[in-house]
Structure formats: C-alpha cells, structure tokens
C-alpha cells in the first residue's frame, strides 16, 4: 500500500523543512512548496491526498487554495496552518 502524498505549501523555509522531515519520518510521501503557483505546477504530475496549507502565503491565500483544490477534488483533506487566531480567521478557514 502507498503511503499518502501530501502536499505542504508553506514560505517560511526553515518551517516547511521541520513539517517536511517530520512527516517523511512518519512514512508520508511529501512535496514542499512556497508558493500556489509551484504547487499547481507539481500537480499537473500527480495528485495530493492531504493539503498542508499556511493561510498567508505570498499570491494566493491558503483559503483561496483550499478552495480551489476542493472544487476539483471534494474529498481531498486540508489542514490550515497559521498564527492567525481571531475568530474570523479560524471560521474563514473553516469555510474555506
């Protein structure tokens, strides 16, 4: 059986490097990108199971992103990263 691919879009480097190795270890197939647009490029090759997304990202927002990716594939599973903690953010995530 295949271990899950998950795709991680997040810009802080150093951050997305600790999710990344950490992940891998756990036996998860993984992809790091900064941004969307390096995201939907990959995507183009093959298809996630778990979208790791931060909300403020440079370009599009993991909102947006989540969005998007869900419309094409509704039973994908998305997990959003932030520091953002106002309610308003977390019922946006939610939402999204």
């Known amino acids: 059986m295949t271990s899950p691919m998950v795709y991680i879009c997040e810009d802080d480097p150093g ?40 909300i403020q990202l440079p370009g599009e927002s993991g909102y947006s992103i989540a969005e998007r990716y869900l419309r094409a594939l509704p039973e994908l599973r998305v997990i959003m990263m932030s520091v953002l ?12």
Do not use: W
């Open 15 to 54: 951050l997305g490097e600790v999710i990344l190795d950490r992940l891998e270890k756990e036996g998860y197939r993984c992809h790091l990108f900064c941004e969307a647009s390096e995201m939907d490029e990959h995507s183009n090759t093959s298809m996630p199971d778990l979208l790791l997304l931060d």
């Open 85 to 96: 903690n106002k309610q308003h953010d977390v019922l946006t995530g939610y939402d999204a």
